[in-house]
């Protein structure tokens, strides 16, 4: 094989594992964000939550500061009661008593369904923080690993860059020029494999000279369609027979 077409498949080897890299680099800030995003809406269903549970509270004590004033009166008119001197006016004052005494009742009935509302929404307020702190735990975990994954894969991108550098100093200048040529009109893709008689990449069938001349990986050969830098890969050669028995 020709050693600049050997060395530019090193090279395109090392560009595409270096982009794959820093693509993923590049994706975990928008993953950090989706994660405060989730905390931040977990934290609003707590914060939900909680002022659900206060409305509620509040609500039941105004209707007891409500039954409280009524029962105060309904005291009153029971005294009141004792100082009636007509028949009409006891008649009256009895019909006060008994709106205010169902007046207790209906306020009493509505307490007690404030009360179990506040015990179903203590439920929820409970497991909504119970949710906010697993999430919170869970997040710092994730955090870590994609922290270290950044380290990790930055090591290796400069590694492989490193790498890159040395290899395509191995390669001829015009041979190098036409691969970045390449690279930059086919979105860092410069080399395609040939293939039974079809260009891998962009499947268009190549003449078959073309095709015998690419088979020989002994020059920079391009794909008459996308212009890629074909190369061959043998096939391999078959294992050797397995010694006879006895042998």
């Given amino acids: 094989m020709s050693p600049d077409l050997q060395h530019l498949i090193q090279l395109q080897q090392l560009e595409t594992e270096i982009d794959t890299m820093r693509r993923r680099i590049a994706e975990i800030p928008a ?3 989706a994660m405060t995003t989730r905390l931040a809406n977990q934290q609003a269903a707590v914060d939900t939550a909680k002022q659900q549970l206060a409305d509620s509270q509040a609500a039941r004590r105004e209707i007891e500061k409500e039954v409280a004033a009524v029962q105060t009166r309904l005291s009153r008119y029971k005294d009141q ?13 009895q019909h006060e008593i008994a709106s205010a005494q169902d007046g207790i009742r209906a306020q009493e009935d509505t307490i007690l369904e404030r009360m179990e509302e506040a015990e179903a929404l203590t439920a929820t307020l409970k497991s909504a923080e119970a949710e906010l702190k697993r999430q919170e735990a869970a997040i710092s975990a994730e955090r870590t690993v994609l922290e270290a994954e950044v380290g990790e894969l930055q090591r290796e991108a400069d590694e ?10 191995q390669i001829s200048a015009p041979a190098l020029r036409l691969f970045e040529h390449v690279a930059r009109q086919r979105k860092g893709q410069a080399l395609a494999e040939a293939r039974h008689g079809i260009c891998t990449v962009c499947h268009v069938r190549l003449r078959p000279q073309i095709f015998n001349e690419v088979r020989r990986n002994e020059s920079l050969i391009q794909c008459e369609s996308c212009l890629r ?3 061959f ?11 006879s028995s006895g042998s």
């Fill in 160 to 169: 492989k860059q490193g790498a890159r550098a040395s290899v395509a100093a």
């Fill in 31 to 33: 993953l950090q964000e």
């Fill in 233 to 243: 890969v043998p096939a391999a050669a078959p294992e050797s027979a397995a010694s």
């Fill in 81 to 93: 009661l004792m100082e009636v001197k007509t028949n009409k006016e006891y008649q009256a004052m």
């Fill in 229 to 231: 830098i074909l190369y």
